[in-house]
């Protein structure tokens, strides 16, 4: 399985950006697939997942309500929709996935398998 984020770029607090990972090889609807983001400075941290069949999903508490996960699972990609972004919001987003159930640590990033590049988000204030 490979992955590729997509979609990051600069822009002002309180708009928007999506990001997009792309997947490639099998058996895409089984895997769980995240988002976690690392400022300069910080550790990793979990921001969204969403189960393989899109019924299921988790977000951080800083970004409830504002970011929305969602998948299409016919075009091998998970979307992450980013509104009323603010500059704490500025990192490398990556996505990462996950074989299996729904039900473990998806917070954790080292539960996960395989990890795309990463793409930049910037936020100015």
């Known amino acids: 399985v490979q992955l590729q984020a997509s979609g990051g770029g600069l822009v002002q607090a309180g708009g928007s950006l999506r990001l997009t990972c792309a997947v490639s090889g099998r058996a895409f609807s089984g895997y769980i697939i995240a988002w976690f983001r690392q400022a300069p400075g910080k550790e990793r941290e979990f921001v969204a997942a969403?189960?393989?069949?899109?019924?299921?999903?988790d977000y951080a508490d800083s970004v409830k309500g504002r970011f929305t996960i969602s998948r299409d699972n016919a075009k091998n990609a998970v979307l992450l929709q980013m509104n009323s972004l603010k500059f704490e919001d500025t990192a490398v987003y990556y996505c990462?996935?996950?074989?299996?159930?729904?039900?473990?640590?998806?917070?954790?990033?080292?539960?996960?398998?395989?990890w795309g590049q990463g793409t930049l988000v910037t936020v100015s204030s």
């Open positions: 969403i189960s393989g069949g899109g019924l299921n999903t």
């Open positions: 990462a996935a996950r074989m299996g159930n729904w039900y473990f640590r998806r917070g954790a990033h080292e539960r996960y398998d395989y």
